[in-house]
Structure formats: structure tokens, C-alpha cells
Nanobody
């Protein structure tokens, strides 16, 4: 089983990026997918999740209104659309999946390698 977050890069403050999360060996369309981020010296922060049907999403206060999580189950891919980016959004972003999770605060069993997002001021 392997999850992979991709799409990171360098963007100016106020700009946008879209990250993708894909899985191999895992029917991602049945799983809740969450997004996390981490910067050196700080704890990993959960920023949001989307349940398997795509109907329910939830976000942390730090990204609410700026970030949007979606999924395309036909492509077995989840997305993190990041708008109005700020320098403090700079981090390695990870996606995670779990069959039984319902919120971004729950336990996630499967984790992918992260992708670096750098927001310049």
C-alpha cells in the first residue's frame, strides 16, 4: 500500500496550488482521506478531511475558507486546493487514509510521502 501526495512547489503569497493524493494497493474511493502538514520543529497539524462519498468535508480553523478538499473516486484521487496562500502555510503536506476515520482528528492508518509547499512573501 502506498499513498503519494504530489503537486507541491514554490508559490507567491496570495497564490494557489492544488495537491493530489493517489494510492496504489488501496481502494482509496472507500476511504476517508485527510490532509496534514508539518514544518520543522513543529507538531504535525491536521488541516482537513473528506469522507469516502465526498459529501462531508471538515477543516481546521487555520485553513477554513482558503483550502478546499475534494475527490474524484473514478480516478481514486483526492485533492487539496489551496488558495490565498500565506507564508505560514509553508510546510510539507501529507495525505492519509483510513477506512473508519470520520474527522481529521481521528487515527489514520495509511500515510503517504509528503510534498513540499513553499510560499514566498
Amino acid at each position: 500500500v502506498q499513498l503519494q501526495a504530489s503537486g507541491g512547489g514554490l508559490v507567491e503569497a496570495g497564490g494557489s496550488l492544488r495537491l493530489s493524493c493517489t494510492a496504489s494497493g488501496l481502494p482509496l474511493d472507500y476511504y476517508t482521506v485527510a490532509w496534514f502538514r508539518q514544518t520543522p520543529g513543529k507538531e504535525r497539524e491536521a488541516i482537513g478531511c473528506i469522507r469516502s462519498t465526498g459529501v462531508y468535508t471538515s477543516y481546521s480553523d487555520s485553513v477554513q475558507g482558503r483550502f478546499t478538499i475534494s475527490r474524484d473516486n473514478a480516478k481514486k484521487t483526492a485533492y487539496l486546493q489551496m488558495d490565498s496562500l500565506r507564508p505560514e502555510d509553508t510546510a510539507v503536506y501529507y495525505c492519509a487514509a483510513d477506512l473508519y476515520a470520520s474527522t481529521y482528528g481521528d487515527w489514520y492508518n495509511y500515510w503517504g510521502k509528503g510534498t513540499l509547499v513553499t510560499v514566498s512573501s
